[in-house]
Every structure is written in structure tokens, then in C-alpha cells.
């Protein structure tokens, strides 16, 4: 349940106030140096408390090998990462356990683990979970390191300028969704497959599995719906298949076409809003006003870009070892 | 690649101008009665030929039960069906072999299988694959019974009036997208898990292996990006979730909350249009201008419902099976 | 469940008494020569009713190709291939429904399966069902082609010729077992993983698939437990890693040394013995005295060599994929 | 590849000469009880430097608990274990780096990982490894809290006095192989399925994983081939199956029958003998005398039972798992 891919394997642990959370890497190729400073770049994208608007929790996010690097270079075993969480502040919830948050998971996860989930800040469904994503993405980039993966912030609180979204929060005293793209350059031809394992199906699996995701389109996406036929379809021009539009967004029945990937995710305002709200007290069964305590970011699109990235370079990576063995042409 | 589901698991084959297409379902509890009367209402909401609109290519599309039923009812094993293709022109499409059609996968496969694919009106990539996918629907609606599942257009060339929008089609003599909404409801809480078994990961990824589809939301979807945290989180009022508003869609954490599933896709407009088109022909290496022949859907949307609640079923039947092992509680 | 391996994937499907019995073949590579003529010796080499001491229920075994081949080559879709049951007399089973036959798995059905069992001649548990694999072998021998694959009797009964083992059991007039040996020239170092993908694990996996299988050994096998580590480790000779002795049966922690494989399995006698015996009526609770109904082999274990290689090829035609991708060198 | 199970599953990980070794177990149901002491016991039986005859390498295997379990008891979130390497002396691994050791994966681990594996003490293939295997088997043991699993030694270098069979090692200072039993009562009907999710097929895919196992078998095994149908058939004499011998080794058609679970594993003896080798120097590429240095088991067989019940523990809780969707019958 918290494992993803085929060749490329990562399978994530931990929770937001206990004593760690991590990644296992399994099926990354022997021989890619790996070590601190290939990561560090990306966790320093995903943290709070350096941009404006969000967490001021701040964890030094250190990520500490236990194996599968060996003379810092993979040796084709799993890679074993964990960091520690130092910066908690577990009262906070214990306080307010009584109070499920509207739209975090701690009334589900209540029904479904019986009470016996970890349920100070979110406990295992915490975006922290993120951080073994991130670390697992810049090796999967090394994997892919041919292509570019780029995805940035296009819209916060209705807003293409991030700042001015961004002021609306701070004025409203609210958190913000926002909107990203991103952006792959260089992909190969032939990667995905009809149906399940389309690259459409892979993609959307892994960034739906980001909290506060609640959409993804690809290429033109849902505006597809409201164009023609000849208006939607890509001329091929050359022999290498590029096309004189995108609306594909670079695949085609599933398939990448060798022209650029384009998608989209709406990220949907954080749960935790500094402003008051109402819940069911579930102790006493009655529905209370109440405001959420603890460190929280205003508006968590503008930390997702790199675990966009991130899961991205994880199913690409995967999806080019898988396509290593349909290279191998058959004649007999 | 051509299979889905942990527990209840589909595996489809076949090819748009081959002999059959099907599917094998295996994962399927004894004791279900099933039969062709159980699948016939499904399949013909599936079928071109009817709705206006849709495809004057119309196939019986009778389910032939190869394995798995016996005296009516299912047995626990593989249950393999497959269906006749019997209206087939292939000679409409030897004859555009030379020109990859746009929107179509016809280039990608050409690269990917190395010439030896099934290119005949799309091969193995055609939507007639989604004859199976509905036929496994409807078993699997009977796993979750006591759940409504129900898709429906709400939109066809932007016009909220799907006639309205169909005759835009028409008039232009080309073909039109739309978006399709899906709501499930009496769903228990606690189906799905945080992160990549999300039920939101699990839909998206079966939901893009529908051809066609550029876009997946869910509860305020793309929207929900531009609102505040305190406006878009959902109050709950009593102790079994029930919430005030339902912008979550009935998930939260990845998890079933008991409130109403909602989610929309949108489809592009059919890549095989009336319309002249502009696209490579590999063997001259010139653009040329040409049109498709054979008969298509104006507007693929039409007939997407009944495939979306397919695979929503097959999703929700696999989750609901995964489920009944938690439901075992251990005290020690 | 009824699914095995991770690139190259077999889903069977079928019963003994139903209407046909069959495989899907995914992930096979594109541009293969797969046809009828392919198949037939390997199937004839299954079939009952040729050899001596085989059912005499003889079936013809023709394979129905329904999908993923054109031109007489593999596509890369999905293979779906039928069989089927035309020579079956279900009536020779009804009248023993009530009492579960020894060594079969009636009773265990009957339980698992709420009664919704087909029971007729073990219905889904008959090793009919191994048609589908024989099939999938020869495809899978295609993708190794470069291996020799060669499974033989080397005793049965206790007889290292086979005619001498076989007469026992005709002049007991009871059911007997034997014994085979695989051997496998040709193949690659590196294929296999340490721990749960090791060639023994997976080869045993597959291997004890085969109704009737009770032991598998590799290389010195259960003699190994016997013998000082200086006798039975293979000392190593040159630069190819070619050892001295093959103790170790071509597998060093779980991965192919380059050396010969070599694999042993103990094939039970059949269940279905002429002879009379006892077991319990379900129906009137009581142990009766009957002989089983029916056609059947007096020794399976002749008729197995060809489903062993089957088996074979099918593990390392997947392994021989999967390796594909780790011979893709990384250098940054 | 280093994962096992479909509900209940385990991730390995770690090296023997590297910082730690260890497991992630996901699919663990919330609410057992798990902490350090029901560790324990299982993590000392597996230890060496306590029995005669076992590597003086001694560590703690102090199991470090790094998420998944909040006061006490398991949240239904991954549970990940880390066991620090401590006691290692690296450097005897280093000066034998050129003569790849006979029986070890010295040899392929070279090729397979292109010079890039950690050849410290056989690295990520190490016996070593199984600390994390024997943890994870003593918490699936919860979850099968009603069944008893036993595994013992029942033959060390032909003796079935294991003292006599080590002396017959000490004497010779040579390493000697050795047989186990598992024996598994109060296993419920219909676990496992036919073909490829068979209980022997699982069992036997987790058995191979073992380091130095060379044989599996189920039941009567290897001497069933030298019965007679009517000899090795299981009369059943009640209504629960029971049956009047047990050749069958508790398994019919794949399924556990609710007798006895019985079989056997096959150890070589460690590759690592006192005794001197001969075996190739890559460096110089000339067959060389020479003797393994570092500190060795004279018996592994020793060890081994513990781990054998640990697998067969985490098979038969993920079989347990899945069952309990089966047990939910259906009536329409």
C-alpha cells in the first residue's frame, strides 16, 4: 500500500510526530553517485519556513543512508533513507483529539485503524511523508538525467502572480490552493502502454497520492471539452513525430511522443486554516467552533512543485528500465 | 500492463479488426449469479449505433463466458469472456497505413512495437477494448451492491444540454468533447489508504486508461484552487462523517468518509473527425492534407458513462474486498 | 492468483469439464513468429492417450489464437489463447459428488468455495489447465532461444527406466510417481535477484504450480545436507565462471553463475488410482469404500517434462526481460 | 525484488559490512502489540556466538523501531526496523577482494552489478539480511496467533543427533549441511489457491530466499515418488477433513486442508569451510590455494529454524489476510 512502481520501487514509512520518516529505494541501477549533496538541493525546495507563506516548522532534513551506497555509488541494492523529526510539538494535538479537523484525515483514519493510528499532526497521512518522495525523485532524475523535469507555481488563490495570490491569504488571514505545471522535456518515444500502464494512468496514480491534489489534467486537459475534433488534433510534421500543436501534452494512447509533457494539479487550500471553523466534538457529540493549533502553511502549492517533480521522475524513471527490455528487437 | 486491480483483477486483450476482444477477471467471489442477462443492459449502453452521435459501426457484442460460471453462478475462478468482432472493414485502414492519423496512437506504436503492430482502426489501442472493461463492470457492481454508482454527461461542446451540444457537431460536421460527472453514493467509510492507494490515485489511474480522456477532478476539483481554506473545508455534523458541504468529493486522506464520491473527466473531442486534416506520410516524408475514413463517433463522450462506472466499480469491488481484512479486529 | 510472472505474464483460465481452458499471454515482446505450428509439438507432448500409461482422454488440443498476433507475428499486445474441452464426460463426476476424493482437492474446493465449485474432474484444479502453460512455454522458449531447455523422466516408481517403473504400476494396477530432471544450457550470469527474486524462488514457485509436485531441489539438492562445505562448494576455474564441479546447480545467492541449471522434482503418484479405497460420504457422514470414476493416468509424472519446461522458460524468459534494463550502464 | 507478500508485506534491506540491516513490514493490521521483548526471543535464536558451531560474530540485534507503532501497538502504518551493524571487521572482506569466493555470490554479484556491489562480507546477499526476516516473522506470528509454528533441526551431516552431526564438522574442521522440519497445526481450510498463489508455491518461493537452501518438500516430498497412488492417498475420516495418514502434508490442490502443515528444507553446508579452496584470482587470472578468512558458522542449518518458521509465519499471515475477503459469502 505504500509502495509504487515496478523496476523502480520506492516504499515510504514514518509519521509527522514520530521519530522519523523514509524511503526505500528498491531497483535503482548499481553505479549512480548518490550521496547528501545530490539531495540536499531538492529538500531545500520542499521545506518550510524559508519561503513566505509557508510552515515556520523548520526540520534540517538531513538524509541519513543506512544502504545500498557503497564508495558513493549505488551497488543495485535497496537504498535504505530516513530523517528525523526533531521539530515537533506533539501537545498540540494531543489537545484537540477530541475534534476531528474538516478536511484532514483524522475522522477516516479513526474509522479505519480503530483508533490505533498515530494521530498527532496527521500521524502517517502527513505531508512530511513527502520528504522520502523528494529524496526517492532526485535519484530517480539521475535515472532520466537526459530529460528535464520542470514544474512551477502558475496560479495561487486565482492569481498567476504567486505574490499577490499569496497577499490575498495573508490579508484574509485564510490559506490558498494555487495551480502547477509541469513541464518534460527530451522524454523518449514509446514510453507507457495502452490502458493501465498508460503514461496518463502512471502519472495521475502517483500525483493523486500528494495530499491536497484534487485534480490532474494532461495537455489541454478540460478545456479538451470544448473543442473541435480538427481544432484538438496535433498535425504530425517530421518523421520524429513532432507535432505543430500540443494539446496532447506529449503522449498519444498512452505513449509518450517524443514532444514535450504537459499537466497540470490543482492544489486545493490547506486544511489547516488559522480561521475559526466548526466540527464534531465526537467525545461529546456535539458540533463545536473551534481554530486549529500548531505550525502551518498558509498556501501548500507553493511547496509542491518539487514533489510534483518528484513523483514525476519516480514513474519516468520506472517506465524507461521497463522500456530497456522492448529495446531488444526479435527476429527469427 | 494490460491488467488491474489487487484482488479483483481484469486483464483485457483483443484488437478492433482482430478476431475478438475480452477479458479475464479473476479475483471474483463464488456464488455471484452471472450471466448474459446481468451484462446485455451495460454492453448496450456501450454500443455505437444507437445514440446519435455515435458510431454507425454496431457489433452484437453478445459476451461469450469461456471459463469461471458454472450453474449460473461464478465459482472463484478466472471468469474469461470475450466478444466477436464481426462489422469489421479492415480495408479502410491498409489504405491510410502511410499516414499516422493525429490524436491517434498510430505513430507512437509504429515506434514502439517496431512495425509489428496491429494497426487496423487502432489495433489493440481501439476503445472497442472497453467492451470487456464494461462487461467486468457489471460483475463487479454486484461485489458492491448495496453502492450506487451513476455517470452521467453534463456537458457536450460546453453546452450543459448534451443535444444542444451534439448538434454543434453536426452543424460543424466535426467532432466535440465533453465531461462526464460520476457520483457514487452508500459507500462505507474507510475504503482506500493514504498516499499511493489512495482512492483518488486508484480511480485517476484506471479512469486515464479510458482513450480519450484529458482530465480527472474530484468533489471541487480544478475550482477548489481557487477558494479558502475555511470556505472549502467540509464541517462534519454528526458521528457517522456526515458533512455540511461535500467539496472533498467523499475522500479525505486518500479514504472514503461515508459522503457522497464525486468526480468529473473531461473527453476530447474524437481524433477521427469528418474534417480534412494535415499529418505526415512517413513513406513520401511529405505533409499532406487527407481525411479518415471509416465510421466514427462525433462525440466519444456519449457512450463514456457506462465505461467510467465500469471501472469505478472495479476499483470500489477491488477496494471493498481489500477492505474485509481490516475489518478483522486483533486484540491481544 | 491465477496470474504468474512480472514482464512476461500468464493469466490462466479454465476448467477440466467446462467449456475451454486457455491462457493470456502480456508482455510479450512485439515481432515474434507465433502460430499453430509453433505450439503443436510441445502440446503434443502433454496430451493424454499417445504414451503408455497416460488417460485416454484424448483432446486435440488445437490452440485458438484470439488476439495479438498479425501477420503471423506477436504485436506486443496481449496473446489470449483457447482450448477446447470437447472429449469430457461430466457424468462420471456427478454420480461421486459426495464423497471427496483422496489426494484431490474436492474437499478443500468444496470448503474454499462455498459449494460453487465446478467439481466436474476437479474443474478449475485439473491439471488441464497446464495446456495453457505448454502453450505459453513455446512462446517463452522463443524469447531464450539462445537456451536449451531439456526436462526428462529420470525415475519412475523407483526405476530409473522408465518402462520398468510403468510396469509396476500396471502389474499393481495402482497409480505410481517419478521423478524429474531439468537441465538448461546457455544461460546468462546475472539473471535472478538475492533473497525473494532468486532463480530458486522463483523457479520453485512456478514448478509447484504443477498439481501433483511434492519436492524441488537444485543442483546436489537434499544430498547437499550430507556433504562437507570443501566437497560441495564449486571451485571457480576461469574468467567465464566456470566451476569446477556444479554442485550448486548454475544458481550462486539466487543468480545464474553461467553454469548449467539444474533442477530435480518429485511428482506424486496420481491421485486417481484404479484401486479402491476409502473416504468419507459428506452426505451421509459416513467412510465408505468406492473407486474412483473416470479416465485417468496411471503415472502423471510421463507426461510432466514438457510442463516443467514450460515453466522453466516462462521464469526465465521474464528473468531474461527484467535483465535488460540492469545491462543498461550508468556512468555520471 | 526484495519484497514479498501481496497484504502483508516485507521490504529488506541493508548490507552486512554496511551501517545497518533491516525491514519495512506494510499491510500489518493496527491494533497488536509490538515492542522490543516480542522481538526478542526470535532475534536471539537467530543469533550466532551462543550455540557451538556458529559464528563467534556476535551483534545485539537491538530491533530499532523507527515508525508504524504508537503506545505500543501497531497504527496500521508501515512499521520500519533498523538492526545496526556493529561487530564488523571489514577489512578480511578487502584483502580477499580478487579470489571470489566458491559457493558465495562473490562471482556474479560482480557481473550483475558491475563491479559496483558491496563485496564486504557478501554485501546486500548476506545471511545477514534475515534479522530484518526473523522481526517481521515474529509480529506475522500475531497475526496467526491461533496456529503454532515449529521449526527444528532434524539431521545435521546426516546424523539426526545435531550434537553428533557438528562434532562429525569439528573433527573434520570442515562446515557441514543439515535438514529442518516445520511442522504448522491449527491452520484453518482454504488457504491458498490453485496454481500459482498455492500454499507450496508460496511457502517454497519464501523458503528459496534463504541463503544455502538447495531442497523443499511438502508432505511424504521426494520419497512420494516411490509410492503407490493408493498408499500415498489421505483417507478423510470426518467431516473436517481429517484425514487418516498425512502424506499430503496438510495441502490438497494448493489449499491447506486443516491437517498437519509439514515440510522440509534442505541446507547446504556454509560455503565458508575452514578448509583450503582453490578458486580463480580475477587479478591475476590463475586458479589460487587459499583459505577464507573472518569469523564462520561450521553449521548454518543451526540457525536456520527460526528464520523457516519467520517465513513460513509471513506467508501464512498474508494467506490469513487474504481469506478473511472470501469469508464474506454472498447471496443474490
Not at 495537455?219 to 478545456?223: A, E, I, K, Y
Given at each position: 500500500m505504500n509502495t509504487f512502481g515496478r523496476l523502480f520501487r520506492v516504499h515510504i514509512f514514518g509519521e509527522s510526530h514520530g521519530e522519523s520518516v523514509g524511503v526505500v529505494i528498491d531497483g535503482c541501477p548499481a553505479g549512480l553517485s548518490v550521496d547528501e549533496t545530490l539531495l540536499l538541493p531538492d529538500l531545500e525546495r520542499r521545506?518550510?519556513?524559508?519561503?513566505?507563506?509557508?510552515?515556520?516548522?523548520?526540520?534540517?532534513?538531513v538524509p541519513l543512508f543506512k544502504s545500498g551506497i557503497f564508495n558513493g555509488k549505488t551497488t543495485g541494492a535497496p537504498i535504505a533513507l530516513f530523517f528525523e523529526n526533531k521539530n515537533t510539538r506533539s501537545e498540540d494535538y494531543t489537545t484537540q483529539r477530541n475534534i476531528p479537523r474538516p478536511g484532514h484525515a483524522d475522522f477516516v483514519a479513526n474509522k479505519k485503524f480503530g483508533g490505533y493510528?498515530?494521530?498527532?499532526?496527521?500521524?502517517?497521512?502527513?505531508?512530511?511523508?513527502?520528504t522520502g518522495l523528494v529524496a526517492a525523485g532526485s535519484i530517480a532524475k539521475k535515472i532520466i538525467n537526459h530529460c528535464s523535469i520542470e514544474a512551477h507555481v502558475i496560479e495561487i488563490a486565482g492569481e498567476s502572480d504567486p505574490d499577490k495570490g499569496l497577499q490575498k491569504a495573508i490579508d484574509a488571514k485564510d490559506s490558498v490552493g494555487g495551480i502547477i505545471e509541469c513541464l518534460v522535456n527530451n522524454l523518449p518515444i514509446g514510453l507507457g502502454e495502452p490502458f493501465f500502464d498508460s503514461v496518463e494512468s502512471l502519472l495521475a496514480h502517483a500525483l493523486f497520492s500528494i495530499p491536497a491534489v484534487k485534480g490532474v489534467e494532461f495537455?489541454?486537459?478540460?478545456?479538451a471539452a470544448r473543442m473541435f475534433g480538427s481544432e484538438h488534433n496535433d498535425a504530425i510534421v517530421d518523421a520524429n513525430g513532432t507535432t505543430k500543436s500540443n494539446h496532447a501534452g506529449g503522449i498519444n494512447g498512452g505513449i509518450t511522443n517524443g514532444n514535450e509533457l504537459v499537466f497540470r494539479i490543482a492544489i486545493k487550500p490547506a486544511?489547516?486554516?488559522?480561521k475559526q471553523q466548526e466540527s464534531l466534538?465526537?467525545?461529546?457529540n456535539t458540533v463545536e467552533t473551534f481554530s486549529i493549533k500548531g505550525r502551518h502553511d498558509l498556501c501548500v502549492a507553493l511547496r509542491a512543485p518539487v514533489i510534483v517533480e518528484a513523483l514525476t521522475a519516480i514513474v519516468l524513471a520506472d517506465l524507461f528500465l521497463l522500456e530497456q527490455q522492448t529495446q531488444h528487437r526479435y527476429t527469427d
Open positions: 521545506k518550510g519556513g524559508i519561503q513566505k507563506g509557508t510552515t515556520p516548522r523548520k526540520e534540517e532534513d493510528e498515530d494521530y498527532r499532526g496527521g500521524g502517517h497521512f502527513s505531508a512530511r511523508l513527502t495537455g489541454s486537459g478540460f478545456s486544511s489547516s486554516t488559522p466534538n465526537w467525545e461529546t
